[in-house]
DNA sequence: AAAATATGTCAACATGGCTGACATAAATTT
DNA sequence: AAATTTATGTCAGCCATGTTGACATATTTT
């Protein structure tokens, strides 16, 4: 066990700074408004899974099989590797979740009729189902959000979203996302 | 084992569908357009986490112990019970990361000058370093996409985000997040 | 003095990541 | 035709981070 160092200052109320601390970088105002902005991420994202988590919780599912039913549902008949490239998890990880999946009835594989290698995944009526159960409070959530904000609002909030990714990352995102019929 | 329920039609190329198909409903341009909102808000927030995630892994942290860094470095003083309100975990899973960070000299803890019980936290000097390098790329990621958005970009993302929270924890995470001076 | 509060700790367990090694079938290349 | 590559699966073990339950200690409040 090292040696406590210095403390920050406290900004808290009833906090008690001492003499000796590490002074923090007086923050500009637009670093407390950045700062804000990422706490705000933190906890919207927080908000925006705890839905599917309770009804996942009644079924004994975690956010990893949600995350195969959604693609899954999304992409009718994607290949487990295309699959792994969007979960970016390693096939022993992705085996374990989709095993329990497909046993319980609600994801189906079948060999690929050109390349006889694959196993082309496909959501069962259950699978189904249970996506639209699991994505249904999501929508509306979004939904919401996106009225509240005034017109204009969904759009500014893609490109911001949009910017947030890792630049190398835009174009795939924007394949995997964009569905046109 | 369930026996395979019936497949859904196959949407991507090379894919096969069958006679026996579920009929997904058909998806209306609006509900197109908010599952798109949906899996954006999963990427973005996946490459958000991505560079504070890289220094984690150079130090032997994780997302846990980056979570305690930044809200104890946000809110020096900050008592064990008003970290767990945020972290929203258990005490002993916070006892295990906290141990971890003090034992490594980021943070410190000190008894409550009014309230003896209390153990209040504040980064050492050490803390303050990695929470900056932490929160460093994240404010840059945060100041550039809502940069690239258009005047009042800011504004709307900010609005659309706050609507995704629960509408009873808004009054909370505001004032988790906003410090007045 | 008794009760409530703030915190800490021990033990056991679950989820969902990871690495490494190896296996099989099918497609592709030589 | 044989060799190689590709798509997928599987076994085994490890790690990070969450959980529940029970109990301990110091301090404050009633």
Redesign the interface.
């Known amino acids: ?12 109320k ?5 003499a000796s601390v ?1 002074r ?2 007086v923050p500009t105002s ?12 933190f ?6 899974t ?1 839905d599917p988590d309770t009804i996942l919780e009644e079924i004994g599912f975690g956010r990893a099989h949600h995350r195969v039913v959604h693609f899954v ?6 290949t487990v590797a ?1 699959l792994l490239d969007i979960l ?1 998890i390693t096939k022993q990880s992705l085996a374990r979740v989709l095993r329990e999946v497909i ?3 609600y994801l ?1 594989q ?1 060999t ?3 390349d006889r290698r694959q196993r ?1 995944l ?7 189902e249970l996506w ?1 159960r699991l ?1 249904a409070p ?2 509306e ?6 009225a ?3 017109p ?3 759009t ?11 630049e190398a ?1 835009r174009p795939d ?1 924007e394949k ?4 046109e019929p």
Do not use: C
């Open positions: 066990m090292q040696p406590p160092g210095k403390r920050l200052e406290s900004a808290e009833g906090a008690s700074p001492l590490a923090p970088r637009e670093e407390e408004r950045l700062i804000e902005a990422i706490e705000l991420l906890f919207s994202y927080r908000d925006f705890s549902g999304r992409n009718p008949g994607i295309s970016r046993e319980r009835g189906v079948q690929g009729e050109k082309r496909y959501l069962t009526e259950a699978g189904a639209e994505v999501q929508r959530r979004v939904r919401e959000a996106l509240a904000s005034g204009g609002g969904e500014a909030w893609r490109e911001v979203m949009f910017s947030l990714l890792d990352q995102v995997i996302i964009i569905k």
